[in-house]
């Protein structure tokens, strides 16, 4: 069955540590990746999506991701996170013809200490 | 201000009795989604609309119902037959036509059944 992997269910760092997310994904054609965050008390916001192009994507907040199509993986990456940073990440991907049929990883809970 | 509207936020009810979550959209979207989402198992599809007055079932549909009667409403139902309804619920819409946009997600409602 498709799926998306999300290896790490709780990761906890200090301020200014840096981050990267993994995420795996078991598609064999094209994809569209997304990478989504659910901050304590909010709804689920879209932090960057990659379809095509250069397989480095930015987002917002300073959040980068890589897809590496080799490798079925488009991890999750911060040089520097902060305290405002803790949430929960979820990946997600959707076959390339096909918006309806969105698959999330597990997500992440990411604790960031003062 | 354009986005999704779930009620509401909390939801208690009794074993055996059907409830229904409200989601409406003013996006102007013409896809949109109903997910549940449970602690270390991601977002799972229940249902989803692409249009008005139809509707497929997503992975987890059993026990649930929807309609979408209108573009902008996508109610979704918990019977009684669903076996295990405590959950939080969110409900996402997206512009329909190509397979690249982003789903946008409501605030949820989360649902105590005892």
């Known amino acids: 069955a498709q799926s998306v992997s999300q290896h790490n269910h709780h990761v906890i760092l200090s301020e200014a540590a840096s981050l990267e997310l993994g995420c795996n994904y078991s598609?064999?054609?094209?994809?569209?990746l997304f990478w989504y965050v659910q901050y304590p008390g909010q709804h689920l916001q879209l932090l960057l999506k990659?379809?095509?192009?250069?397989?480095l994507v930015k987002g917002i907040k300073g959040f980068e991701a890589e897809f590496i199509k080799s490798k079925f993986s488009f991890n999750l990456r911060k040089p520097s996170v902060q305290w405002s940073d803790t949430a929960e990440y979820f990946c997600?991907?959707?076959?390339?013809?096909?918006?309806?049929?969105?698959?999330f990883g597990a997500g992440t809970r990411l604790t960031v200490k003062p | 201000d354009g986005g999704i509207t779930q009620s509401p936020k909390y939801l208690f009810r009794k074993e055996g009795q059907n409830v229904t979550l409200s989601c409406e959209q003013n996006?102007?979207?013409?896809?949109m989604y109903w997910y549940r989402q449970d602690p270390g198992q991601g977002l799972r599809l229940i249902y989803y609309?692409?249009?008005?007055?139809?509707?497929q079932k997503g992975d987890i549909a059993e026990g649930y119902s929807v309609s979408r009667e209108k573009k902008e409403s996508f109610p979704l139902t918990v019977t009684s037959a669903q076996k295990n309804p405590t959950a939080f619920y969110l409900c996402?819409?997206?512009?329909?036509?190509?397979?690249?946009?982003?789903?946008?997600f409501g605030p949820g409602t989360r649902l105590t059944v005892t």
């Open positions: 996402a819409s997206s512009a329909q036509g190509l397979p690249r946009y982003e789903q946008y």
């Open positions: 598609y064999g054609g094209t994809v569209n």
């Open positions: 990659y379809f095509s192009g250069d397989p």
């Open positions: 997600a991907v959707t076959p390339g013809a096909n918006n309806n049929d969105m698959r």
């Open positions: 996006l102007n979207h013409d896809a």
């Open positions: 609309s692409q249009i008005v007055n139809d509707f």
